[in-house]
């Protein structure tokens, strides 16, 4: 699914409306009729609607939103300010809402008095895209009064106060939305956690702007969705092992083998033929035990002194690794030598971080999977996520690979600039050992010849839809990392349904 500026956007709404041909107003009941009905399947419990409009085309959207809830049988509110003039359809439409005798519009001040009692749904549709600045003087006010109130809070298109594509380097003043309901994209803004924060759970609902424009029009930011369909390869049932590649994890050392049975565990569980795990000596019999289907490979006794590529081997390193002295000295010596794509995550990216020069030592089209603090020892702080995502642009470029920037939507970035956001997983697996499962993953994938691109767009996916699964089934908070392993046959099972939807 493609992210579009609130200029792509606008041109979109110009060029449905032209090419369809729709009238703009017809656009924007349609848009009206979509948020109703996502309302009257999720509010049904509530009965009474505050909705507060202002006098641009979002504001148009509320009056249509409070006429067809009160024609389904809602009581609602309306507060608006019409003393200071309404765009063209924002004026039709609210002309259409004052016909409705049953309906109290009332001016955005008398929110003060107004009693927020608890059946009441607060709808925000105030500003959408079309904010240019910071919210000043009785709006700013309007929406803090509004965040104070412990009523559900709906914000149609896009929470007021919060930009379309940027975070503003001041401290604005943002309505707090518990759901947005955003029209038929997502935007850039909703994903980072600066601001994403006040969008609260997103759903894009499909107002059939036009399949041409959408097709056509350039971008080179995504969302990790449906594609995943497209990239994900069903087994094929005349195969053998050796159809699957080989996987060699590199990581543990004493005190730290879980996380390299993890990575192993899920290497195994995601389809690789043949599974090594190169580890220290004190990690044997733990290997042995837990993952007896995967080979073992000594490379030291406490800690990893030697490193093996291993033949035709998709290497994933770093969990549990440790930064000792000798395991730094020989992960740099092999490096120098080694230049295949691999996958490097946790104590590998540490080590690598310890002098700028070793950056230049990670082997073209690699898959690096650093989390913020990893990156920011790798590439330098930076001021939010936002200029975090340009540097990291910019480093894929440089170096030629892959970064995968962990966070609450994970992004893969890739050497041309293109920018993948994740919008599977969940705060469970804010865990120790969910990365090392990551690696596990990805590693896999590249050893059943994916292309680099493609292992890490269904790896991040795959990952963060195996932890929905577990979540369903424990609990974010109780969920551990080796339940979402235990998830992987119940995402497998999805992919294959998708793509059988395809045949």
């Known amino acids: 699914m493609k992210i579009f500026t609130a200029e792509q956007i606008r041109n979109c709404d110009l060029y449905t409306i032209k090419n369809e041909p729709v009238a703009s107003i017809q656009l924007m009941e349609r848009a009206a009729q979509s948020c109703v009905d996502w309302i009257s399947e999720n509010c049904n419990n509530h009965r009474n609607f505050a909705v507060f409009c202002g006098n641009g085309n979002n504001g148009g959207d509320g009056f249509a939103i409070a006429k067809m809830l009160y024609l389904k049988g809602f009581d609602v509110d309306v507060f608006t300010n019409p003393r200071t003039g309404f765009s063209v359809d924002a004026?039709?439409?609210?002309?259409?809402?004052?016909?409705?005798?049953?309906?109290?519009?009332?001016?955005?001040?008398?929110?003060?008095?107004?009693?927020?009692?608890?059946?009441?749904?607060?709808?925000?549709?105030?500003?959408?895209?079309?904010?240019?600045?910071?919210?000043?003087?009785?709006?700013?006010?309007?929406?803090?009064?509004?965040?104070?109130?412990?009523?559900?809070?709906?914000?149609?298109?896009?929470?007021?106060?919060?930009?379309?594509?940027?975070?503003?380097?001041?401290?604005?003043?943002?309505?707090?939305?518990?759901?947005?309901?955003?029209?038929?994209?997502?935007?850039?803004?909703?994903?980072?956690?600066?601001?994403?924060?006040?969008?609260?759970?997103?759903?894009?609902?499909?107002?059939?702007?036009?399949?041409?424009?959408?097709?056509?029009?350039?971008?080179?930011?995504?969302?990790?969705h449906n594609m995943v369909k497209d990239i994900f390869r069903p087994r094929n049932e005349f195969s053998h092992k050796g159809t699957y590649g080989k996987v060699t994890i590199i990581g543990g050392s004493y005190g730290k083998m879980g996380a390299a049975v993890l990575a192993t565990r899920a290497a195994l569980k995601t389809g690789a033929g043949l599974t090594f795990t190169l580890a220290p000596k004190c990690g044997y019999e733990i290997l042995q035990t837990v993952n007896p289907e995967a080979m073992f490979i000594e490379g030291g006794t406490d800690f990893i002194e030697t490193f093996e590529a291993g033949e035709n081997s998709a290497l994933g390193i770093g969990p549990g690794l440790g930064t000792h002295e000798k395991t730094a000295e020989k992960f740099l010596e092999f490096l120098k030598e080694y230049a295949k794509p691999l996958i490097l995550d946790a104590d590998a990216l540490n080590i690598i971080s310890q002098d700028p020069k070793n950056i230049a030592l990670i082997p073209e089209k690699s898959v690096i999977t650093p989390h913020p603090k990893e990156f920011e020892r790798l590439f330098g702080e930076t001021e939010n996520s936002f200029v975090r995502l340009d540097l990291a642009k910019q480093k894929a470029k440089e170096l030629d690979i892959y970064i995968v920037l962990k966070d609450h939507h994970t992004q893969v970035i890739t050497p041309q600039?293109?920018?993948?956001?994740?919008?599977?997983?969940?705060?469970?697996?804010?865990?120790?050992?969910?990365?090392?499962?990551?690696?596990?993953?990805?590693?896999?994938?590249?050893?059943?010849?994916?292309?680099?691109?493609?292992?890490?767009?269904?790896?991040?996916?795959?990952?963060?839809?195996?932890?929905?699964?577990?979540?369903?089934?424990?609990?974010?908070?109780?969920?551990?990392?080796?339940?979402?392993?235990?998830s992987f046959g119940n995402v497998f099972e999805e992919l294959e349904r998708k793509v059988a939807r395809m045949l």
């Open 91 to 224: 004026q039709s439409s609210f002309k259409s809402l004052k016909e409705i005798s049953g309906i109290s519009i009332r001016d955005l001040k008398e929110a003060e008095n107004y009693r927020f009692d608890g059946r009441t749904v607060i709808i925000d549709a105030l500003l959408g895209t079309g904010l240019s600045r910071d919210l000043q003087g009785e709006l700013k006010e309007l929406v803090e009064l509004l965040n104070l109130q412990n009523n559900i809070k709906i914000s149609v298109d896009m929470p007021s106060g919060l930009f379309a594509d940027k975070i503003s380097p001041h401290h604005p003043t943002i309505f707090r939305a518990d759901h947005t309901l955003s029209f038929q994209f997502w935007k850039r803004t909703f994903l980072h956690p600066e601001t994403g924060k006040y969008a609260g759970k997103v759903h894009i609902l499909d107002i059939r702007l036009s399949e041409d424009y959408i097709s056509e029009t350039p971008t080179d930011e995504f969302v990790i």
């Open 417 to 486: 600039g293109q920018v993948f956001y994740n919008i599977t997983g969940n705060s469970g697996l804010a865990k120790g050992g969910s990365g090392d499962i990551l690696t596990g993953i990805l590693t896999s994938f590249l050893a059943q010849n994916y292309p680099e691109k493609e292992a890490a767009i269904l790896g991040v996916w795959f990952h963060g839809k195996a932890a929905q699964y577990a979540c369903e089934k424990y609990s974010k908070e109780a969920m551990l990392p080796t339940d979402v392993i235990q």
